[in-house]
């Protein structure tokens, strides 16, 4: 009878400490949704001599993210191809066109990540990004520009994200014909991206 109370006891144990292990394992980072009114997608890419400057003005994304918890965080982050903007119509829908991003087959960018780590005063967002039909291994270094309590809500927090970083266009089969051979359009694209980020307790 002993041995079986021992062994009730034992199996009771043995799934508290499992129940507690689950829910450790399951604590995860806080999850933040951008803010679309208060962040920007902008990219430069040189034209002959000066270069020429953009935005993308429809994306989203998730941002899961805690400076204490690298392995439950990650970034979830897409753009629509259609919403480019340089301010020259005719400029944007050659853009949009097969010569370029093909928007049609291929409508958006996104960008997620397998692991983020911390470097320096920064960190590293490891991830697959995909432009048209080609899907590359990119490293993305990444601020974290700090979060507050929302001065107006109750429960809820704003935090910011930037990262600036270098893609080159040929990679991605994005512009065709003789525009690399001619120089006419520098190969790297200059990326740069401000997010604010705003999550609730509730």
């Known amino acids: 009878m002993k041995k079986i109370t021992m062994f009730v006891v034992l199996l009771a144990a043995a799934g508290f400490l499992s129940a507690f292990t689950v829910v450790e394992y399951t604590a995860v980072a806080p999850t933040w949704q ?3 009114g208060h962040s920007s997608v902008a990219f430069s890419v040189r034209h002959f001599f000066a270069s020429v400057i953009g935005t993308f003005d429809e994306f989203d994304g998730t941002v899961t993210f805690d400076p204490e918890d690298l392995e439950g965080s990650s970034i979830d982050f897409s753009i629509k191809v259609a919403s480019v903007n340089t301010k020259n119509e005719r400029r944007d829908n050659h853009l949009q066109s097969a010569d370029f991003f093909n928007a049609e087959e291929w ?3 996104t960008f997620k990540s397998s692991n983020i780590t911390k470097s320096g005063d920064q960190y590293l967002a490891k991830g ?3 432009i048209r039909d080609v899907t590359k291994e990119v490293e993305i270094p990444i601020q974290f520009l700090g979060q507050m309590e929302h001065p107006r809500r109750a429960g809820s927090y704003i935090g910011g994200f930037a ?5 080159d266009r040929n990679e991605y089969g994005v512009g ?3 525009y690399a051979a001619t120089a006419t359009i520098g190969g790297e694209v200059k990326v740069t991206i401000n997010l604010e980020v705003n999550r609730s307790d509730s």
Not at 163 to 167: N, Q
């Open 176 to 178: 065709t014909g003789n």
């Open 34 to 36: 951008v803010d679309k």
């Open 107 to 109: 409508p958006e960018m």
């Open 128 to 130: 697959e990004m995909t």
């Open 163 to 167: 990262t600036e970083f270098t893609i």
